[in-house]
């Protein structure tokens, strides 16, 4: 079964407002006061600053103050005002609102933080070719970027419980059951070119950490092998509780009660054409996607415009058995 | 493949889970080099106890059906795989027969397990 996705759920996002003072507010703000303190220390910088370290720390770019804080703050406002779009427009589930504020709020915050870092240690200085151990500073804003943007993601409200109000779609398979039978699917989605790609990425960065010597970097692979092992392995249920997609690690996961389902039905997902990449992903029309390879998936409809799909074997049993279940909620 | 229990019926709650899979291995629904689900989580599925689970499992280890490995859970044997082809083409000359001698299912089944005895 091939179906194609695009604008029908249009319902409007919910929470417009958390996503405009998380997702935007906030991340402008961020550089707003990076900009304004990086400023105030003008007459303590040299003139021009150092841009640019080469891998042994040696400054090796040079710019005006204003040409150095212009490339960060503007790319940060791009951003942020890309991502406030795609959760204003596409944010009917709270994975998509919160992955939006949270990337806008931690990207800010990374580039802001490396700004004020990188011209921190350069306070005081006649010449900014003696500016070194930048390295720390950078280490700092990355972990301070992680951490806005875990948090921001956090205080973004979640979806308010939303039970349907009409039926199951009829259209959509059965597997029926017995009056006091009880079951359950559970299959393991895991693999894919994802894995291969975050393996690559989990290597080369190793080498890289190894080539350069830089030991603050040995945080990237670590990270990366996270998100990877996160990422990548899913057990998905269908049972009395509804659908469940858990990480092998236990987090995230989600779960899609059987009164919030509207639907339910095997599709074919191209995941790199439909998410742009593998892992828990924001699609296209506000779709949210557990993907890791091409092929046969569960596409649940929920509630609120909400669409979740889950790349999966067996895919036609699953869809049954939880309407089915969502019949008998009903 | 669905996994189903019925706590009214008579037949053990592990005899029921044993002969679905054993049902699915024949109908090629299930292949062999695929993973059951972790015990634990089918039994929390269902509310069941895991070790009703565990007894399915067993169950299906001693028939070849089934390898139970510690931390790989339980995987379709290749042996699972006999060719189910001739048998299955049987069973559906044995539907058409039935059908055409407008015999009851009861009536079929009790003469196939008659002949199965």
Redesign the interface.
């Given at each position: 079964m091939t179906t194609t996705t695009g604008t029908r759920h249009r319902t409007p996002a919910p929470h417009r407002l958390s996503t405009t003072l998380l997702g935007l507010a906030l991340p402008l703000a961020v550089l707003a006061a990076s900009a304004a303190v990086a400023f105030s220390w003008r007459d303590d910088l040299p003139d021009p600053v150092a841009t640019h370290w080469d891998a042994a720390g040696t400054a090796d770019g040079f710019a005006s103050l204003a040409a150095s804080a212009v490339v960060p703050l503007v790319t940060g406002a791009v951003l942020t005002v890309g991502l406030w779009l795609v959760g204003w427009f596409f944010g009917q589930s709270a994975s998509n609102r919160r992955t939006a504020v949270g990337v806008s709020a931690g990207t800010a915050t990374f580039l802001g933080a490396t700004l004020l870092g990188t011209l921190w240690v350069q306070r005081g200085l006649d010449d900014a070719a003696q500016a070194s151990g930048v390295g720390a500073a950078i280490a700092v804003a990355l972990g301070a970027g992680l951490v806005a943007g875990v948090l921001a993601g956090l205080v973004a409200p979640r979806d308010a419980r939303r039970p349907a109000e009409g039926p199951v779609s009829p259209a959509d398979p059965r597997a029926p059951l017995g009056a006091d039978e009880r079951a359950a699917w559970i299959r393991t989605a895991r693999g894919g070119p994802g894995l291969a790609v975050a393996g690559a990425a989990v290597v080369g960065t190793l080498v890289l950490v190894v080539v350069t010597g830089l030991w603050w970097m040995i945080v990237l692979p670590v990270v990366l092998g996270l998100v990877m092992a996160s990422m990548m392995s899913w057990t998905v249920t269908v049972d009395a509780s509804g659908l469940e997609v858990r990480s092998v690690l236990g987090v995230p996961r989600t779960v899609v009660p059987l009164d919030e389902v509207e639907g339910a039905r095997e599709v074919t997902v191209d995941p790199f054409r439909e998410f742009g990449g593998w892992g828990w992903r924001a699609g296209r029309g506000g779709r949210v996607g557990i993907v890791v390879r091409k092929g046969p998936g569960l596409e649940v409809r929920r509630t609120g415009g909400r669409v979740l799909v889950v790349t999966v074997d067996d895919a036609a049993a699953g869809a049954a058995l939880l309407t089915s279940l969502a019949d008998r909620a009903r | 493949?669905?996994?189903?229990?019925?706590?009214?019926a008579g037949e053990p709650l592990f005899a029921q889970l044993a002969a679905q899979v054993r049902l699915a291995v024949a109908a090629g629904?299930v292949h062999p080099g695929e993973?059951l689900?972790?015990a634990r989580?089918?039994a929390a599925?269902?509310?069941l106890n895991v070790h009703t689970v565990l007894r399915a499992y067993q169950d299906l280890r001693d028939e070849g059906l089934v390898d139970l490995r510690r931390g790989r859970g339980a995987v379709v044997t290749a042996q699972a795989a006999h060719d189910y082809t001739d048998l299955r083409a049987a069973i559906d000359a044995v539907v058409r027969e039935s059908r055409a001698l407008s015999l009851p299912p009861e009536t079929t089944l009790a003469l196939l397990k008659e002949a199965l005895r």
């Open positions: - | 493949m669905i996994f189903r229990i019925d706590p009214t629904t993973r689900p972790a989580d089918l599925s269902l509310d």
